[in-house]
């Protein structure tokens, strides 16, 4: 599944990017904390499609669903 | 001289520091991405350069474009004595992540570098604290606490980047050095921070009230800005009037007095009056700024504004444009995306900025009744609300057609945005930055208003030499842009006040002031907008101008900074026409419609 797909409180590991990520962006996500083996948690959704809330390492990021979906994760509960 | 420069991640506070070490006020906020150019000013014997925040040294946004580039540059430097990065003490991960890459580069180019973990009252606030014996050992930079919000650890902080050893021969760092591993085995282990966010959260970006909450904020932020200034501006008014009867007595009837009366306190007395209103708006968005709401409004905002070509961070440019366009242009670079920052930044213009204040106040004042509904809302308050409003309509319906019609061959940057925790606002700087921003509109447009007043002064008085406003040269001139005027029921006043408000918008109340000056040159330095409600101008009229102005881009500055912005000229002279058209036709529409 991917990132994007997680319900507001799910918790997740990141695995992978989607490899139509560009270099750049996979760099940016990466800076950001969102790397391989790290969990993410879905804080908030935000309705009618707009972003959604993650809280990675020590920080909350809102990210737009066509970069969320990009990222693999596996559930964690 | 030598140089000192501060880098760091967003919202790490640098901006809040180089204030505090050069006394000086540039402007800090509560998101992430404030700073977007390279702010210089000399400390002791060196120039500190505050430099825009990046996530990383390889840069995706315009401002990080800037910021990476000219940090590389300055690396190879000679006159560069330090590099201070400054780290969020209280996000201690994904500082470290980024103040590693700095260390890096700066020990391959042998500067001396600084840790100076910012944000530190906060973690002596929650009882936690950073082991600096231990990061400072680990990685050889001296790493010091501080904030540069209270002053805490400033001093030291000061004396330390005067005294260590600015000789560090060019090294590698060791590959071990982990952000991660780092902020584990030297930073407080805690959530105590997300609890505090979450909390706030829940309530500011629920899917039932968030929304209401901000279209909230933003009626009360647009009604404030009229109802709250009324006590203020009315002071203000009758201090003008009384020194301008004070005045006007030391002087015997003829040209001298006539002057003083006309040009002075009918011109450029009239446009004093309105400094408190941007003291209001500057205080109030401070309060937003500061918080740390921006960064959810971008959020809430995202989809809708997506609609319409925009990003949810163009909000954030929209709402500082309220004060003025300028800052707003230069804050669009934080946007990603090319083809939506463009699209921003030609939008910005047609916010209601505080240069059309006066405007809308007088106008409102004189066509709009003084009635209240429910005892505590203000007719004119919700015109003035409908007016900053019609200039969000105008900006979605003018960046859909952009839209729609921009192309662009780069790929589209997607929206990703940190959100910073929420702080409580910080007073009394605010109150300073706000004293400032009204001193600045007065001294930024005083000169010019002045120097269009004395020149619309000698124009209405001569050739007769008296307080016949007919027969003046002013009057021919007037008679001549008339018949465009004519459609909206104005006459050639108003066509010489709106012909000289392409200088600058104010210069449309110190012209209107100065002609009602010469024609009662009197002494009698009465408000401006009775002389325009005894002269019985039509509502629609006074409309049709309304709308006008809220549309027209009638600023020279302005246009002059797109131009740098899009390293173009046919964009600005493309902007200034189609937006003059647009005005106009719109408030020939509203006068048919009225009338």
């Given at each position: 599944?991917?990132?994007?797909?997680?319900?507001?409180?799910?918790?997740?590991?990141?695995?992978?990017?989607?490899?139509?990520?560009?270099?750049?962006?996979?760099?940016?996500?990466?800076?950001?904390?969102f790397?391989?083996?790290?969990?993410?948690?879905?804080?908030?959704?935000?309705?009618?499609?707009?972003?959604?809330?993650?809280?990675?390492?020590?920080?909350?990021?809102?990210?737009?669903?066509?970069?969320?979906?990009?990222?693999?994760?596996e559930?964690?509960? | 001289?030598?140089?000192?420069?501060?880098?760091?991640?967003?919202?790490?506070?640098?901006?809040?520091?180089?204030?505090r070490?050069?006394?000086?006020?540039?402007?800090?906020?509560?998101?992430?991405?404030?700073?977007?150019?390279?702010?210089?000013?000399?400390?002791?014997?060196f120039?500190?350069i505050?430099f825009?925040?990046?996530?990383?040294?390889?840069?995706i946004t315009?401002?990080?474009?800037?910021?990476?580039?000219?940090?590389?540059?300055?690396?190879?430097?000679?006159?560069?004595?330090?590099?201070?990065?400054?780290?969020?003490?209280?996000?201690l991960?994904?500082?470290?992540?980024?103040?590693?890459?700095?260390?890096?580069?700066s020990?391959?180019?042998?500067?001396?570098?600084?840790?100076?973990?910012?944000?530190?009252?906060?973690?002596?606030?929650?009882?936690?604290?950073?082991?600096?014996?231990?990061?400072?050992?680990?990685?050889?930079?001296?790493?010091?606490?501080?904030?540069?919000?209270?002053?805490?650890?400033?001093?030291?902080?000061?004396?330390?980047?005067?005294?260590?050893?600015?000789?560090?021969?060019?090294?590698?760092?060791?590959?071990?050095l982990n952000?991660?591993?780092?902020?584990?085995?030297?930073?407080?282990?805690?959530?105590?921070f997300?609890?505090?966010?979450?909390?706030?959260?829940?309530?500011?970006?629920?899917?039932?009230?968030?929304?209401?909450?901000?279209?909230?904020?933003?009626?009360?932020?647009?009604?404030?800005?009229?109802?709250?200034?009324?006590?203020?501006?009315?002071?203000?008014?009758?201090?003008?009037?009384?020194?301008g009867?004070?005045?006007?007595g030391f002087?015997?009837?003829?040209?001298?007095?006539?002057?003083?009366?006309?040009?002075?306190?009918?011109?450029?007395?009239?446009?004093?009056?309105?400094a408190?209103?941007?003291?209001?708006?500057?205080?109030?968005?401070?309060?937003?700024?500061?918080?740390?709401?921006?960064?959810?409004?971008?959020?809430?905002?995202?989809?809708?504004?997506?609609?319409?070509?925009?990003?949810?961070?163009?909000?954030?440019?929209?709402?500082?444009?309220?004060?003025?366009?300028?800052?707003?242009?230069?804050?669009?670079?934080?946007?990603?995306?090319?083809?939506?920052?463009?699209?921003?930044?030609?939008?910005?213009?047609?916010?209601?900025?505080?240069?059309?204040?006066?405007?809308?106040s007088?106008?409102?004042?004189?066509?709009?009744?003084?009635?209240?509904?429910?005892?505590?809302?203000?007719?004119?308050?919700?015109?003035?609300?409908?007016?900053f409003?019609?200039?969000?309509?105008?900006?979605?319906?003018?960046?859909?057609?952009?839209?729609?019609?921009?192309?662009?061959?780069?790929?589209?940057?997607?929206?990703?945005?940190?959100?910073?925790?929420?702080?409580r606002?910080?007073?009394?700087?605010?109150?300073?930055?706000?004293?400032?921003?009204?001193?600045?509109?007065?001294?930024?447009?005083?000169?010019?208003?002045?120097?269009?007043?004395?020149?619309?002064?000698?124009?209405?008085?001569?050739?007769q030499?008296?307080?016949?406003?007919e027969?003046?040269?002013?009057?021919?001139?007037?008679?001549?842009?008339?018949?465009?005027?004519?459609?909206?029921?104005?006459?050639w006043?108003?066509?010489?006040?709106?012909?000289?408000?392409?200088?600058?918008?104010?210069?449309?109340?110190?012209?209107?002031?100065?002609?009602?000056?010469?024609?009662?040159a009197?002494?009698?330095?009465?408000?401006l907008s009775?002389?325009?409600?005894?002269?019985?101008?039509?509502?629609?009229?006074?409309?049709?101008?309304?709308?006008?102005?809220?549309?027209?881009?009638?600023?020279?500055?302005?246009?002059?900074?797109?131009?740098?912005?899009?390293?173009?000229?046919?964009?600005?002279?493309?902007l200034?026409?189609?937006?003059?058209?647009?005005?106009?036709?719109?408030?020939?529409?509203?006068?048919?419609?009225?009338?």
């Amino acid at each position: 599944m991917n990132m994007w797909q997680l319900k507001a409180q799910q918790k997740a590991k990141i695995l992978d990017f989607s490899a139509s990520l560009s270099d750049i962006q996979k760099m940016r996500l990466v800076d950001l904390g969102f790397a391989k083996q790290e969990i993410v948690v879905c804080v908030k959704r935000i309705p009618f499609g707009g972003p959604a809330v993650y809280q990675v390492q020590s920080s909350m990021f809102a990210l737009e669903g066509s970069i969320a979906c990009q990222v693999v994760v596996e559930l964690m509960e | 001289m030598n140089k000192i420069i501060l880098v760091g991640k967003p919202n790490s506070g640098k901006s809040l520091l180089f204030n505090r070490m050069t006394g000086l006020d540039q402007r800090v906020a509560n998101f992430p991405g404030v700073t977007v150019l390279l702010k210089k000013a000399k400390w002791r014997n060196f120039e500190l350069i505050d430099f825009p925040g990046s996530y990383s040294l390889k840069p995706i946004t315009e401002d990080e474009v800037v910021a990476v580039r000219e940090f590389e540059l300055l690396l190879k430097d000679e006159s560069l004595s330090a590099v201070v990065c400054v780290l969020d003490s209280t996000q201690l991960l994904r500082s470290l992540h980024y103040a590693l890459q700095v260390l890096k580069a700066s020990r391959e180019h042998g500067k001396k570098v600084i840790f100076a973990f910012n944000l530190y009252d906060e973690i002596i606030a929650h009882r936690l604290q950073i082991d600096f014996a231990g990061l400072q050992k680990e990685l050889g930079v001296p790493c010091t606490p501080l904030s540069a919000k209270t002053g805490y650890g400033v001093e030291a902080f000061s004396q330390l980047l005067l005294t260590s050893d600015s000789n560090v021969p060019p090294q590698d760092l060791p590959d071990n050095l982990n952000a991660k591993e780092l902020s584990k085995k030297y930073g407080p282990q805690t959530d105590l921070f997300f609890k505090k966010i979450n909390r706030l959260d829940r309530f500011f970006l629920s899917s039932y009230w968030g929304g209401a909450i901000f279209l909230l904020l933003m009626a009360l932020l647009f009604q404030s800005i009229f109802t709250w200034s009324t006590p203020l501006m009315d002071l203000t008014e009758s201090l003008v009037a009384g020194v301008g009867d004070f005045v006007s007595g030391f002087f015997s009837a003829g040209i001298y007095r006539d002057f003083v009366v006309g040009a002075i306190f009918g011109g450029l007395g009239t446009f004093i009056v309105f400094a408190p209103q941007i003291f209001i708006l500057t205080f109030i968005l401070g309060i937003l700024e500061d918080s740390g709401y921006l960064a959810r409004i971008a959020i809430i905002c995202h989809r809708p504004l997506q609609l319409f070509g925009l990003s949810g961070k163009s909000f954030i440019p929209f709402l500082s444009g309220h004060a003025c366009a300028i800052p707003a242009i230069y804050a669009a670079r934080m946007i990603e995306s090319p083809k939506k920052r463009l699209i921003t930044l030609l939008t910005v213009p047609l916010i209601s900025c505080s240069a059309r204040l006066p405007i809308y106040s007088l106008l409102v004042i004189a066509f709009i009744p003084d009635e209240y509904f429910l005892g505590w809302i203000s007719l004119r308050g919700l015109v003035f609300f409908g007016l900053f409003l019609l200039g969000y309509i105008t900006v979605f319906v003018v960046s859909s057609i952009l839209n729609f019609t921009i192309r662009k061959k780069e790929q589209d940057v997607p929206f990703i945005i940190e959100l910073p925790s929420y702080r409580r606002p910080f007073l009394k700087p605010l109150f300073l930055r706000s004293v400032r921003s009204a001193w600045d509109f007065l001294s930024n447009a005083g000169p010019v208003i002045f120097f269009t007043t004395v020149i619309v002064w000698v124009l209405g008085y001569f050739p007769q030499g008296n307080a016949n406003l007919e027969g003046s040269w002013l009057y021919m001139l007037g008679r001549w842009f008339e018949p465009v005027m004519t459609p909206l029921g104005l006459d050639w006043k108003f066509g010489v006040a709106v012909l000289t408000s392409f200088i600058a918008r104010e210069v449309f109340v110190g012209t209107l002031g100065t002609f009602y000056g010469i024609e009662s040159a009197d002494g009698d330095v009465q408000g401006l907008s009775q002389r325009l409600q005894q002269d019985q101008l039509s509502a629609a009229s006074g409309l049709a101008l309304l709308i006008f102005y809220v549309v027209a881009l009638q600023c020279v500055s302005t246009l002059s900074v797109i131009r740098r912005e899009t390293n173009s000229l046919k964009i600005p002279v493309l902007l200034f026409v189609g937006y003059t058209v647009l005005a106009y036709a719109m408030a020939i529409i509203t006068y048919k419609i009225l009338t």
